[in-house]
């Protein structure tokens, strides 16, 4: 599902416009966006959790010269299903 057929889907079922829809759904994602930038974890009951990891900077290997490399720390979102959505997917 891409985002098109999800804003179809919420209009469909809560009977409002496409273009409510669309608002309703950069609201959502865009509350997300701002707690995780916040370093806030975000959890939905039932379906998962988004929280950022850090990671810290190393040396690596270009693996076509063999030369070492100084890799960046850098910060990635996370995300990981919960319980019932595991259990849904896995039945």
């Keep these: 599902m891409n985002r098109t057929e999800l804003i179809k889907k919420l209009a469909d079922d809560a ?3 496409p273009d409510e829809a669309s608002q309703v759904l950069d609201v959502f994602v865009q509350a997300i966006k701002n707690s995780l930038l916040d370093g806030k974890r975000v959890e939905i009951r039932g379906f ?5 990891k850090d990671y810290e900077p190393y040396t690596g ?11 960046k720390g ?4 996370l ?6 959505l595991k259990k ?4």
């Design 15 to 17: 009977q409002i416009p």
């Design 48 to 52: 998962g959790s988004f929280k950022i």
């Design 61 to 71: 290997r270009n693996p076509k010269t063999g030369e070492r490399v100084e890799v």
């Design 74 to 77: 850098k910060r990635m979102p």
């Design 79 to 84: 995300f990981r299903a919960g319980k019932e």
């Design 88 to 91: 849904l997917v896995n039945s």
